[in-house]
């Protein structure tokens, strides 16, 4: 039975917000609900009891949307390039050497970052002097980032800026070498690779102070 | 004596103040040219002779789409920003992006892994809010030992509110179906460095908006068109222009623009990281440095007040940097993470004085002064400068920036 149905909109502007204790609404605002379900039938035993004695409905309304997302397939996300992590995860396949990084740098980076990293245009690569608990702090990659993937992951991206396409993965773990052996933090012989660039142990690694949940919602 | 008057006092007094007001335009002027008139226009722009309020634009010399542009606060009133002088933060550039190509994808820690395309958008409910949006690095001037001699705007002018229409977010998390043990979010845009911040799930699943229409109109290419994130009173980094991408996990990338930048460091030499929330900020912007006020008299002090953590409860304001306060009117609407205005009659007797505004949040959170602010910072945390700002009046009526 074909209805047009009218929803009073519960909180403020939100979204199209069901009643709750409205079962048939919940069942026509589509296959959400409906996953939500079958996650609950899948619960195992044990937990399924407690919560159906504890459990009416959700107590908070449900939203209407119209649900038009596209499945999108592994194979689709696999072609887009993993997000790195600091525990490596995400880096590509590949290693560099740093006498290689140092012809690249000269090549794609100085023009901007100076010719010895010290900074130009752009931010010092190279040195930084002191502690950071000095007047004049010097922030920098050596003395204040506190993961060596964050240099892949910035290169990857957006380094040099006109092209960052320039570079093949090799070529940024050369660069990654160069600059990290420069600043003392990677000997300049080995090859890295990603699974060497995440566990060199950057100087600043426990120097932050995380305040990630302040921010968030009251429970 | 200078001193501020209550309401009543301004409107008796305005009266006298408005018998030496200069006859208006429309009456005027003898021997003035009649004026030209002009047809209909497809798209309104401002008054020729207003064509100097502008974005000014501090860019990097080797590359032009890495910089800022700041909003001239001091020509502006009300509460909204217009759209084309809400400033600019690029790390790369602007991308002009074919809305008939782009798409979301929500993907990582999901029951199914969903694209959507802008049409599919378009047809999600939708909420308006008017927010204020604040670059981390906004003021940060404030931190030199020299007070810097700048206008307004192109000191504090990192901040601009607007009307934000768009998508809940969390109606899409919902759709895609979070794994409980999921934490993060990792937010990317469709910018040639392809920024990514890490965001709390939490917030993305309360108050974020994927915003399509900025003030009304679809968004401006410079503030994400298609398609950007909207995190009510967060710093502005996290949200993310262009936005394209959205992966689920449960733990933070450690990006660039939340370990290298945006985060803050004390003088112990930790730093604070994830400090995502703008704090209560207020300032003056009329009068403001630079302005001159032409003689002694009355004169409306006018400035904006706001906080990432709530509405704005009260603000005051001072003509002798900070020693004594009186209430300045807010102007209606005070709302929820947004721009609020407010107003005091100030009779000025032409000596001296130091203007200065302080805030105070719906939840107890005060903007501190600057002593204050760098007694717990120290000077290099170089984002989230939010403290009292003071523009002395000098006798012969200049305004400038004064630490006090």
Redesign the interface.
Same mark, same amino acid.
């Given at each position: 039975m074909a209805m047009a149905r009218c929803v009073t909109s519960m909180r403020d @502007? /939100? @979204? *199209?917000i069901a009643g709750q204790g409205r079962l048939t609404s919940w069942r026509q605002a589509g296959r959400?609900l409906t996953?939500g379900l079958v996650g609950i039938v899948c619960l195992p035993v044990g937990l399924l009891l407690t919560s159906c004695a504890t459990s009416a409905p959700p107590p908070t309304a449900v939203?209407?949307?119209?649900?038009?997302?596209?499945?999108?397939t592994?194979d /689709?996300?696999a072609g $887009?390039g993993a997000?790195? !992590?600091?525990d490596g995860h995400g880096l590509p396949a590949g290693s560099g050497l740093a006498v290689d990084g140092a012809v690249l740098y000269g090549q794609y980076c100085a023009?901007?970052h100076g010719r010895e990293g010290q900074g130009a245009?752009?931010p010092e690569l190279i040195g930084g002097d002191g #502690?950071?608990?000095a007047?004049?702090?010097d922030?920098t990659?050596k003395t !204040? *980032? %506190? !993961?060596a /993937? &964050?240099l892949f992951? &910035?290169l990857a991206? @957006?380094m040099p800026?006109a092209n #960052?396409a320039a570079l093949s993965d090799d070529q940024r773990y050369a660069l990654c070498a160069f600059l990290l052996a420069r600043n003392g933090l990677w000997p300049a012989d080995r090859p890295l690779d990603g699974a060497s660039l995440s566990a060199v142990q950057m100087p600043n690694r426990h120097?932050?102070?995380? $305040?990630?949940?302040? @921010?968030? %919602?009251q429970p | 004596m200078s001193e501020f008057l209550d309401r009543r006092a301004f409107l008796q007094a305005g009266l006298r103040w408005s018998l030496v007001m200069p006859a208006l335009p429309g009456l005027a002027a003898e021997g003035a040219p009649a004026p030209q008139s002009t047809g209909f226009s497809n798209y309104g722009q401002p008054a020729p002779s207003e064509r100097h309020v502008i974005r000014l634009i501090g860019s990097n010399p080797r590359m032009p789409g890495n910089g800022v542009s700041w909003t001239p606060l001091e020509a502006l009133e009300g509460i909204l920003t217009p759209s084309g002088l809400h400033f600019e933060r690029h790390h790369n550039g602007i991308p002009e992006i074919d809305p008939q190509h782009f798409a979301l994808l929500i993907h990582g820690m999901v029951q199914q892994p969903l694209r959507f395309d802008l049409t599919d958008l378009l047809r999600y409910p939708r909420q308006s809010r008017a927010l204020f949006l604040e670059c981390g690095g906004n003021s940060n001037a404030g931190w030199h030992a020299e007070p810097m001699q700048k206008p307004v705007g192109a000191f504090h002018g990192l901040v601009s509110c607007s009307e934000w229409t768009g998508v809940p977010l969390r109606l899409l998390l919902a759709e895609a179906g979070i794994d409980p043990r999921a934490r993060w979010v990792i937010a990317t845009g469709a910018d040639t460095a392809a920024t990514e911040v890490s965001l709390p799930l939490a917030k993305l699943q309360d108050d974020a908006l994927l915003a399509l229409y900025q003030n009304g109109e679809r968004l401006r290419l410079e503030n994400g068109y298609p398609l950007r994130l909207i995190l009510p009173g967060w710093e502005g980094v996290r949200q993310i222009k262009w936005l394209t991408r959205l992966e689920v996990t449960d733990r933070p990338a450690m990006s660039r623009n939340e370990t290298a930048q945006y985060t803050q460091l004390l003088p112990d030499g930790r730093a604070r990281q994830f400090d995502f929330v703008m704090g209560p900020k207020s300032l003056i912007t009329s009068p403001s440095h630079g302005q001159r006020l032409p003689g002694a008299g009355l004169y409306e002090v006018s400035g904006l007040a706001w906080s990432g953590h709530g509405a704005v409860a009260a603000v005051d304001v001072s003509q002798d940097g900070g020693r004594h306060w009186v209430p300045a009117r807010l102007e209606a609407p005070v709302l929820d993470r947004c721009f609020t205005r407010f107003r005091a009659a100030w009779q000025w007797d032409g000596t001296p004085a130091v203007l200065q505004s302080r805030v105070r949040d719906q939840l107890g959170n005060l903007q501190p002064g600057r002593a204050a602010l760098i007694a717990e910072r120290g000077r290099n945390g170089y984002f989230h400068y939010n403290a009292v700002v003071s523009w002395a009046v000098d006798g012969d009526g200049a305004v400038r920036h004064v630490y006090a």
């Open positions: @502007g /939100t @979204g *199209w959400r996953a939203a209407l949307a119209p649900h038009l997302g596209h499945p999108v592994s /689709t996300l $887009l997000q790195i !992590y600091p023009s901007c245009t752009a #502690p950071l608990s007047a004049e702090a922030k990659l !204040y *980032w %506190p !993961y /993937t &964050t992951d &910035t991206r @957006g800026p #960052p120097g932050f102070i995380d $305040l990630s949940a302040r @921010g968030n %919602p | -």
